[in-house]
């Protein structure tokens, strides 16, 4: 993140060493003559510090500095004083400098009271971001005996150290924002800031102001100047998740941010030097959103530089026993109740079950099961229906009842007919009973199927399901 500051210094060779300073810092610079264009800059922009001469303190008023202090960003405050003075410089921390310097301190000193400021800021700023979980999370983490995951992770340490853009693929709820925590822990930048925006859960509006900032009245609402992303994000990572729900215009600027290493914030003439590296996610086709013009072809190349794709958890089923048994032991921790794993019956019914949300629908039901469960064991019956219909002795019963009922006209018919008729039967079934249950709400359905939007339109119209039918 870069430090945005204001020199308050009379004009002279002092304050151009200090502006100097600061911009060898990767500071963006401003100055002022006076205490209140101080104030006036302060009111509608970001500033991050404040380099003041003792003599603009006005007779030094810990008022003054409480009132800087308490201003929207709270900056912070260095002051110049004219010599050194212990019990002044005590006074001035203790009214909420952050730091008090004689003039003329030497540039390696500014350096390292800068370079301290930048990392209490960073702490502060990123606080206020949509957090990741596994701030600390490293593909060594990874609970795996596959061979497809093994030979996935393979792929992946290999890119970590590689400072380049990558684009994440696969499925909802594989895990791609903890794979992104994952390459930027070990890549180049891991001491520097991650940035994560999902683009699916923001505005048009609002997105475009996020990423790229704005200026004080670039729109309704717009009281004060704000940083966007990218700026919070410089020297470090920016992780784009659903990339592909992005307006197209933003596509644009995106590509053109990226090229160029410069964001225009909304309502400035100016530009602002970043340096990120990128990483994109999306469970979309993008040849397919390409193809269909709703993703911008330049920037799919762009972004496809390095690709990776999680694989889905029914394809690397010999994992489940320990994924299951890590959030045993994280839910039981964080609910305080005693469970103490998986009994036999219940993990052969979580390891048949396909999973189509993930990993993130299988932490949802081993957190459900913890809850629920009275045992010291969880049992079949403490999971969601859909997973315990593959219980072996719910099976075996199923099974039976199937053979009694079976279609006579099915033995005429070959095996893909009667395949054919069975999956749509039971996709029609499915979704007629999702859709009720949602009263007709397609966004609502799709996340609990774990589908994408888009496909389960598809369906519906391949079924004649309409969703006024269910919203009575």
């Known amino acids: 993140m870069f430090l945005r500051s204001l020199v308050v210094a009379s004009p002279g060779a002092e304050r151009r060493r200090i502006t100097a300073a600061l911009h060898e810092a990767e500071s963006l610079v401003k100055t002022a003559d006076s205490v209140e264009a101080v104030r006036r800059q302060l009111s509608h922009q970001p500033i991050d510090l404040v380099v003041i001469e003792e003599a603009y303190l006005e007779g030094f008023s810990p008022e003054l500095i409480a009132e800087l202090r308490g201003l929207p960003e709270a900056p912070e405050l260095i002051v110049l004083t004219e010599a050194e003075n ?88 594989v895990g791609k924002g903890l794979l992104a925590r994952s390459l930027h822990n070990e890549g180049p930048r891991f001491e520097k800031p991650f940035v994560s925006v999902n683009c699916g859960a923001l505005t048009e509006s609002l997105l475009e102001s996020e990423l790229f900032g704005h200026e004080k009245g670039a729109f309704t609402g717009a009281d004060r100047s ?36 410069k964001v225009q914030p909304l309502g400035s003439e100016r530009t602002v030097d970043v340096d990120v590296r990128l990483i ?57 109740v005693d469970v103490k794993g998986v009994a036999s019956e219940a993990m052969q019914a979580l390891v048949s079950y396909p999973w189509p949300g993930n990993v993130r629908e299988l932490s949802n039901a081993i957190e459900r099961a913890v809850i629920m469960t009275t045992a010291a064991e969880i049992r079949v019956e403490d999971l969601p229906v859909e997973v315990q219909e593959l219980a072996p002795r719910v099976l ?77």
């Open 226 to 261: 704000r940083r966007g992303h990218f700026e919070l994000a410089h020297g470090g990572t920016l992780f784009l998740d659903e990339v592909t729900e992005l307006p197209f215009h933003l596509q644009a600027k995106l590509l053109q941010a990226l090229e160029d290493r």
């Open 86 to 173: 212990g019990t002044r410089q005590a006074d001035l921390l203790a009214a909420g400098c952050f730091a008090a310097l004689p003039v003329g301190v030497d540039d390696q000193a500014l350096h390292g009271f800068l370079k301290a400021l930048a990392e209490r800021r960073l702490s502060s700023a990123q606080a206020q971001l949509q957090p990741i979980p596994g701030e600390d999370y490293r593909l060594g983490d990874y609970a795996t005996s596959s061979p497809v995951m093994r030979a996935f992770l393979k792929s992946a340490r290999r890119i970590s150290s590689r400072d380049c853009t990558v684009l994440l693929l696969g499925e909802t709820g």
């Open 280 to 336: 994109a996610a999306t469970n979309r086709d993008l040849p397919v959103e390409v193809a269909e013009k709703r993703f911008r072809s330049d920037l799919f190349y762009r972004l496809n530089v390095v690709s990776l794709t999680l694989p889905p958890l029914r394809e690397r089923k010999e994992d489940i026993p320990e994924v299951c048994q890590s959030y045993v032991d994280h839910f039981r921790v964080r609910i305080g």
């Open 396 to 472: 075996g019963e199923l099974t039976a009842e199937i053979a009694r009922d079976a279609d006579p006209e099915w033995l005429e018919k070959s095996w893909n007919e009667v395949r054919r008729e069975v999956i749509e039967e039971a996709e029609l079934r499915y979704l007629s009973g999702l859709l009720a249950a949602t009263r007709g709400r397609v966004g609502e359905a799709a996340k609990r199927a774990g589908m994408d939007p888009r496909s389960l339109h598809q369906k519906m119209k391949r079924y004649g399901l309409q969703k006024e039918s269910f919203r009575a």
